[in-house]
């Protein structure tokens, strides 16, 4: 499974911006799909997850009610899931990376990122006050 993460940039706090998550390889529709971020001097956290059928998500409390993760189709393929950031925060700047994790059962949601087998080079999201 490769993953090609995009869609970071500069927004002033209160913007929004949509990360998209690009995935190919034989065996990505069994993939739960999540993102991360690390911020400057911290450690990697976990931002929101879905499952493999796309109908099971999961949010940090940080982003919750904020952000939006989705699949899509992509010629004719559920390969994209889609991080929706809307009335985002200075504490929101951070490198935002998407990753995959084999999942069994379709309606499994990931939160550790020890979960995750494979990873995307990450997309810079910074958000001025």
């Known amino acids: 499974v490769q993953l090609q993460a995009s869609g970071g940039g500069l927004v002033q706090a209160g913007g929004s911006l949509r990360l998209s998550c690009a995935a190919s390889g034989p065996t990505f529709n069994m993939h739960a799909i999540g993102w991360f971020r690390q911020a400057p001097g911290k450690e990697r956290e976990f931002v929101a997850a879905i499952s493999r059928n796309g109908y099971n998500t999961q949010y940090s409390d940080s982003v919750a009610g904020r952000f939006t993760i989705s699949k899509s189709r992509n010629g004719g393929k559920m390969n994209t899931v889609t991080l929706q950031m809307n009335s985002l925060k200075s504490e929101d700047t951070a490198v935002y990376y998407c990753?995959?994790?084999?999942?069994?059962?379709?309606?499994?949601?990931?939160?550790?990122?020890?979960?995750?087998?494979?990873w995307g080079q990450g997309t810079q999201v910074t958000v001025s006050s």
């Open positions: 990753a995959s994790s084999y999942a069994r059962r379709m309606e499994v949601v990931q939160i550790s990122p020890n979960e995750y087998q494979y």
